[in-house]
């Protein structure tokens, strides 16, 4: 009954930024947790960066610094800036949200998935 579209990926060069979006649509629904994850090929899909409604955020630690989540909760929206690209960033980038919890959750737990952005940093 939810989708969820991503855009804003692309190719940059190593130190550049993207700004990754994402926005749920659907029939009388309402979202709580949202969140990024990412998989590169040969890896496991791994998380990003989680937000509640309340705005209370979680990061990787490798993403620490470099990547800021946000949302838009009148838009059913969350975003994804990251700056400070290294290769090792390079992956898809699978946008995620969920509707009756509102606290981090693993990557078997959210109700709804998008079909993912690629992210590629490359000289």
């Known amino acids: 009954q939810v989708q969820l579209v991503e855009s804003g990926g692309g190719l940059v060069h190593p130190g550049g930024s993207l700004r990754l979006s994402c926005t749920a649509s659907g029939n009388s629904f309402y979202i709580y947790a949202m969140g990024w994850f990412r998989q590169a090929p040969g890896k496991q899909r791994e998380l990003v960066a989680s937000i509640t409604s309340g705005e209370r955020t979680n990061y990787a630690d490798s993403v620490k610094g470099r990547f800021t989540i946000s949302r838009d909760g009148a838009k059913n929206a969350v975003y994804l800036q990251m700056n400070s690209l290294k290769p090792e960033d390079t992956a898809v980038y699978y946008c995620?949200?969920?509707?009756?919890?509102?606290?981090?959750?693993?990557?078997?737990?959210?109700?709804?998935w998008g079909q993912g952005t690629q992210v590629t940093v490359s000289s």
């Open positions: 995620n949200a969920d509707g009756n919890r509102d606290y981090e959750l693993g990557v078997d737990e959210y109700d709804y």
